[in-house]
Protein backbone atom coordinates (compact mmCIF):
# COMPACT_ATOMS: atom_id res chain seq x y z
CA UNK A 1 0.00 0.00 0.00
CA UNK A 2 1.08 3.26 -0.77
CA UNK A 3 1.46 6.43 0.86
CA UNK A 4 -1.46 8.90 0.51
CA UNK A 5 0.14 12.38 0.09
CA UNK A 6 -2.53 14.61 2.10
CA UNK A 7 -3.77 17.83 -0.12
CA UNK A 8 -5.47 19.25 2.76
CA UNK A 9 -2.42 18.79 5.42
CA UNK A 10 -0.18 20.36 2.68
CA UNK A 11 -2.43 23.15 1.81
CA UNK A 12 -2.92 24.31 5.47
CA UNK A 13 0.83 24.36 5.77
CA UNK A 14 1.04 26.63 2.85
CA UNK A 15 -1.70 28.82 3.61
CA UNK A 16 -0.13 29.05 7.22
CA UNK A 17 3.36 30.70 5.97
CA UNK A 18 0.78 33.02 3.47
CA UNK A 19 -1.39 33.73 6.53
CA UNK A 20 1.77 34.76 8.70
CA UNK A 21 3.49 36.99 5.84
CA UNK A 22 0.39 38.73 5.23
CA UNK A 23 0.06 39.92 8.94
CA UNK A 24 3.80 40.87 8.62
CA UNK A 25 2.84 42.95 5.27
CA UNK A 26 -0.58 44.60 7.50
CA UNK A 27 1.95 45.42 10.54
CA UNK A 28 3.98 47.82 7.49
CA UNK A 29 0.33 49.32 6.32
CA UNK A 30 0.18 47.01 3.10
CA UNK A 31 -3.02 45.38 2.72
CA UNK A 32 -3.55 42.49 0.37
CA UNK A 33 -6.15 42.28 -2.52
CA UNK A 34 -7.67 39.96 -5.10
CA UNK A 35 -10.76 40.36 -7.45
CA UNK A 36 -11.95 37.22 -8.46
CA UNK A 37 -14.03 37.71 -11.91
CA UNK A 38 -16.91 35.27 -12.94
CA UNK A 39 -19.41 35.59 -15.82
CA UNK A 40 -22.40 33.16 -15.80
CA UNK A 41 -23.86 30.59 -13.84
CA UNK A 42 -21.80 27.53 -14.23
CA UNK A 43 -22.15 25.73 -10.88
CA UNK A 44 -18.68 24.37 -10.91
CA UNK A 45 -16.87 27.38 -11.29
CA UNK A 46 -19.10 29.19 -8.76
CA UNK A 47 -18.17 26.68 -6.09
CA UNK A 48 -14.55 26.71 -7.20
CA UNK A 49 -15.03 30.93 -7.05
CA UNK A 50 -16.91 30.95 -3.63
CA UNK A 51 -13.57 28.36 -2.08
CA UNK A 52 -11.25 30.89 -3.23
CA UNK A 53 -13.27 33.96 -1.79
CA UNK A 54 -13.23 31.52 1.37
CA UNK A 55 -9.46 30.70 1.69
CA UNK A 56 -8.65 34.82 1.06
CA UNK A 57 -10.83 35.87 4.36
CA UNK A 58 -9.20 33.07 6.75
CA UNK A 59 -6.04 34.55 5.47
CA UNK A 60 -6.64 38.23 6.10
CA UNK A 61 -6.60 38.93 2.08
CA UNK A 62 -9.35 41.09 1.09
CA UNK A 63 -11.37 39.45 -1.99
CA UNK A 64 -13.79 41.19 -3.97
CA UNK A 65 -16.23 38.74 -6.41
CA UNK A 66 -17.45 40.51 -9.11
CA UNK A 67 -20.15 38.22 -10.40
CA UNK A 68 -21.28 39.30 -13.61
CA UNK A 69 -24.46 38.19 -15.74
CA UNK A 70 -23.83 35.56 -18.79
CA UNK A 71 -24.85 38.55 -20.82
CA UNK A 72 -21.93 40.45 -20.63
CA UNK A 73 -20.16 42.18 -23.44
CA UNK A 74 -16.77 41.75 -23.80
CA UNK A 75 -16.11 45.64 -23.74
CA UNK A 76 -17.90 45.23 -20.78
CA UNK A 77 -15.41 42.90 -19.11
CA UNK A 78 -12.28 44.33 -20.38
CA UNK A 79 -13.77 47.98 -18.94
CA UNK A 80 -13.65 46.14 -15.52
CA UNK A 81 -10.37 44.09 -15.92
CA UNK A 82 -8.82 47.68 -17.08
CA UNK A 83 -10.11 49.32 -13.39
CA UNK A 84 -8.97 46.53 -11.42
CA UNK A 85 -5.35 46.68 -13.29
CA UNK A 86 -5.46 50.46 -12.03
CA UNK A 87 -6.97 50.02 -8.30
CA UNK A 88 -4.45 50.62 -5.78
CA UNK A 89 -6.04 48.07 -3.33
CA UNK A 90 -5.95 45.38 -5.94
CA UNK A 91 -2.71 43.01 -5.86
CA UNK A 92 -4.36 40.26 -7.87
CA UNK A 93 -7.04 39.44 -10.92
CA UNK A 94 -8.31 35.96 -11.70
CA UNK A 95 -11.31 35.63 -14.05
CA UNK A 96 -12.65 32.34 -13.80
CA UNK A 97 -12.46 30.39 -16.91
CA UNK A 98 -14.40 28.95 -19.30
CA UNK A 99 -15.94 32.37 -20.05
CA UNK A 100 -19.34 32.19 -22.17
CA UNK A 101 -18.45 31.58 -25.71
CA UNK A 102 -19.16 34.85 -27.18
CA UNK A 103 -16.27 36.16 -25.06
CA UNK A 104 -12.50 36.08 -26.21
CA UNK A 105 -11.14 34.65 -23.68
CA UNK A 106 -7.60 34.60 -25.18
CA UNK A 107 -7.95 38.70 -25.08
CA UNK A 108 -9.31 38.80 -21.67
CA UNK A 109 -6.41 36.98 -20.43
CA UNK A 110 -3.96 39.27 -22.20
CA UNK A 111 -6.21 42.17 -20.89
CA UNK A 112 -5.27 41.17 -17.61
CA UNK A 113 -2.11 43.33 -15.92
CA UNK A 114 1.38 40.29 -16.42
CA UNK A 115 2.35 41.84 -12.63
CA UNK A 116 -1.38 41.02 -11.82
CA UNK A 117 -1.98 37.88 -13.37
CA UNK A 118 -2.09 35.51 -9.97
CA UNK A 119 -3.28 32.65 -12.33
CA UNK A 120 -0.14 32.86 -14.94
CA UNK A 121 -1.79 32.31 -17.80
CA UNK A 122 -0.89 35.73 -19.68
CA UNK A 123 1.45 35.11 -22.26
CA UNK A 124 4.09 37.32 -20.47
CA UNK A 125 3.95 34.74 -17.71
CA UNK A 126 4.02 31.70 -19.82
CA UNK A 127 7.15 33.36 -21.35
CA UNK A 128 8.78 33.92 -17.98
CA UNK A 129 7.99 30.03 -17.04
CA UNK A 130 9.36 28.77 -20.43
CA UNK A 131 12.75 30.49 -19.70
CA UNK A 132 12.70 29.63 -15.35
CA UNK A 133 12.87 33.68 -14.99
CA UNK A 134 9.21 33.36 -12.80
CA UNK A 135 7.52 34.95 -10.01
CA UNK A 136 4.17 34.08 -10.65
CA UNK A 137 3.63 29.98 -10.36
CA UNK A 138 1.22 28.16 -12.65
CA UNK A 139 -0.85 27.41 -9.57
CA UNK A 140 -1.87 23.66 -10.23
CA UNK A 141 1.12 22.60 -11.21
CA UNK A 142 3.08 24.93 -8.38
CA UNK A 143 0.75 22.89 -6.00
CA UNK A 144 2.23 19.51 -7.40
CA UNK A 145 5.58 20.73 -7.39
CA UNK A 146 4.92 21.93 -3.47
CA UNK A 147 3.40 18.48 -2.72
CA UNK A 148 6.85 16.86 -3.82
CA UNK A 149 9.09 18.96 -2.00
CA UNK A 150 6.80 18.42 1.26
CA UNK A 151 6.82 14.48 0.81
CA UNK A 152 10.94 14.91 0.08
CA UNK A 153 10.50 13.17 -3.56
CA UNK A 154 13.29 14.43 -5.54
CA UNK A 155 12.80 15.41 -8.96
CA UNK A 156 15.96 14.85 -10.35
CA UNK A 157 17.08 12.48 -12.77
CA UNK A 158 13.98 11.19 -12.59
CA UNK A 159 11.71 9.68 -15.54
CA UNK A 160 8.66 12.05 -14.94
CA UNK A 161 5.59 11.54 -17.62
CA UNK A 162 2.65 13.74 -17.56
CA UNK A 163 -0.58 12.77 -19.31
CA UNK A 164 -2.20 16.19 -20.59
CA UNK A 165 -1.07 18.92 -22.69
CA UNK A 166 -3.04 21.62 -21.53
CA UNK A 167 -1.69 25.23 -20.87
CA UNK A 168 -3.55 25.77 -17.48
CA UNK A 169 -2.01 22.09 -16.30
CA UNK A 170 0.32 19.91 -18.43
CA UNK A 171 2.66 22.47 -20.68
CA UNK A 172 3.37 24.10 -17.26
CA UNK A 173 3.76 20.56 -15.14
CA UNK A 174 6.59 20.07 -17.58
CA UNK A 175 8.25 23.11 -17.27
CA UNK A 176 8.52 22.84 -13.74
CA UNK A 177 9.76 19.05 -13.34
CA UNK A 178 12.30 20.09 -16.03
CA UNK A 179 13.15 23.05 -14.09
CA UNK A 180 14.11 20.69 -11.25
CA UNK A 181 15.96 18.47 -13.42
CA UNK A 182 13.13 16.05 -14.56
CA UNK A 183 13.45 14.28 -17.62
CA UNK A 184 10.05 14.84 -18.62
CA UNK A 185 7.56 13.20 -21.44
CA UNK A 186 4.38 14.96 -22.21
CA UNK A 187 1.81 12.40 -23.24
CA UNK A 188 -1.77 13.29 -25.14
CA UNK A 189 -4.83 11.55 -27.09
CA UNK A 190 -2.23 11.10 -29.93
CA UNK A 191 0.74 9.30 -28.09
CA UNK A 192 1.47 5.88 -29.25
CA UNK A 193 2.55 3.30 -27.05
CA UNK A 194 1.13 5.06 -24.18
CA UNK A 195 1.27 2.07 -21.47
CA UNK A 196 4.84 2.02 -22.08
CA UNK A 197 5.85 5.54 -21.64
CA UNK A 198 2.76 5.42 -18.53
CA UNK A 199 5.09 2.97 -17.01
CA UNK A 200 8.65 4.08 -17.60
CA UNK A 201 7.75 6.79 -15.31
CA UNK A 202 9.35 7.55 -11.40
CA UNK A 203 6.80 10.22 -11.35
CA UNK A 204 3.36 10.26 -13.33
CA UNK A 205 1.13 13.18 -13.29
CA UNK A 206 -2.39 12.41 -15.00
CA UNK A 207 -4.26 15.55 -16.19
CA UNK A 208 -6.27 14.02 -18.51
CA UNK A 209 -9.91 15.03 -17.81
CA UNK A 210 -10.73 11.26 -18.25
CA UNK A 211 -12.15 9.41 -14.80
CA UNK A 212 -9.83 6.16 -14.14
CA UNK A 213 -7.66 6.33 -17.17
CA UNK A 214 -4.62 5.70 -15.57
CA UNK A 215 -4.52 1.86 -14.69
CA UNK A 216 -2.81 -0.12 -12.44
CA UNK A 217 -0.87 -2.16 -15.71
CA UNK A 218 0.35 2.12 -16.60
CA UNK A 219 1.89 2.24 -13.59
CA UNK A 220 5.91 0.27 -12.50
CA UNK A 221 6.21 -0.58 -8.77
CA UNK A 222 6.91 2.10 -6.56
CA UNK A 223 5.94 5.14 -8.94
CA UNK A 224 4.95 8.34 -7.31
CA UNK A 225 1.59 9.11 -8.57
CA UNK A 226 -0.07 12.20 -8.95
CA UNK A 227 -3.85 12.54 -9.72
CA UNK A 228 -4.38 16.27 -10.74
CA UNK A 229 -8.24 15.15 -12.44
CA UNK A 230 -11.73 16.23 -11.13
CA UNK A 231 -14.06 14.60 -12.80
CA UNK A 232 -17.92 13.46 -11.63
CA UNK A 233 -19.28 9.77 -11.77
CA UNK A 234 -22.96 9.89 -10.76
CA UNK A 235 -22.46 12.88 -8.57
CA UNK A 236 -19.67 11.42 -7.13
CA UNK A 237 -15.78 13.46 -7.53
CA UNK A 238 -13.59 10.85 -8.77
CA UNK A 239 -9.79 11.60 -10.88
CA UNK A 240 -8.04 10.10 -13.91
CA UNK A 241 -6.37 7.37 -11.48
CA UNK A 242 -8.52 4.03 -10.73
CA UNK A 243 -7.14 4.56 -7.34
CA UNK A 244 -8.14 1.60 -5.82
CA UNK A 245 -5.68 -0.82 -7.71
CA UNK A 246 -3.14 1.74 -8.88
CA UNK A 247 -2.62 2.10 -4.60
CA UNK A 248 -1.43 -0.86 -4.62
CA UNK A 249 1.64 -0.13 -6.99
CA UNK A 250 2.62 2.92 -6.27
CA UNK A 251 4.85 4.52 -3.64
CA UNK A 252 2.77 7.59 -3.00
CA UNK A 253 -0.36 8.66 -4.42
CA UNK A 254 -2.80 11.81 -4.38
CA UNK A 255 -6.26 11.34 -3.52
CA UNK A 256 -9.43 12.85 -4.92
CA UNK A 257 -10.71 14.39 -3.39
CA UNK A 258 -8.32 15.93 -1.12
CA UNK A 259 -4.89 15.77 -3.38
CA UNK A 260 -4.22 18.07 -5.90
CA UNK A 261 -7.68 20.26 -5.50
CA UNK A 262 -6.69 22.01 -2.07
CA UNK A 263 -2.95 22.94 -3.17
CA UNK A 264 -4.01 24.79 -5.83
CA UNK A 265 -6.00 27.22 -3.75
CA UNK A 266 -3.27 27.69 -1.78
CA UNK A 267 -1.03 28.34 -4.48
CA UNK A 268 -3.39 31.04 -5.77
CA UNK A 269 -3.27 32.75 -1.92
CA UNK A 270 0.46 32.49 -2.50
CA UNK A 271 0.90 33.99 -5.52
CA UNK A 272 -1.65 37.06 -4.74
CA UNK A 273 1.02 37.55 -1.61
CA UNK A 274 3.85 37.62 -4.41
CA UNK A 275 1.99 40.48 -6.25
CA UNK A 276 1.57 42.73 -3.18
CA UNK A 277 5.22 42.00 -2.19
CA UNK A 278 6.49 42.56 -5.97
CA UNK A 279 3.95 45.74 -6.40
CA UNK A 280 5.62 47.44 -3.02
CA UNK A 281 8.95 46.76 -4.19
CA UNK A 282 9.67 44.07 -1.28
CA UNK A 283 10.84 41.46 -4.07
N1 LIG B 1 -10.96 27.24 -14.26
C1 LIG B 1 -10.52 26.04 -13.84
N2 LIG B 1 -9.33 26.16 -13.21
C2 LIG B 1 -9.01 27.48 -13.25
C3 LIG B 1 -7.92 28.23 -12.76
O1 LIG B 1 -6.96 27.72 -12.17
N3 LIG B 1 -7.99 29.58 -12.98
C4 LIG B 1 -9.02 30.17 -13.64
N4 LIG B 1 -8.97 31.48 -13.83
N5 LIG B 1 -10.05 29.49 -14.11
C5 LIG B 1 -10.05 28.15 -13.91
Given at each position: ?45 K ?24 N ?45 D ?34 G ?7 C ?27 H ?19 V??P ?72
Amino acid sequence: MSKIIDGKIISTAVKERVKNEVVELNKKGISVGLAVIIVGEDPASKVYVANKKKACEALGIISEEYALSENTTQEELLALIQKLNNSPKINGILCQLPLPSHLDEKLIINSIDPEKDVDAFHPVNVGKIMIGDYYFLPCTPAGVMEMLSFEGIEVEGKNCVVIGRSNIVGKPMNMLLLHKNGTVTICHSKTKNLVEICKNADILVAAVGRPNFVTADMVKDGAVVIDVGINRVDGKLCGDVMFDEVSKKASAITPVPGGVGPMTIAMLMQNTLTAAKKQNNLI
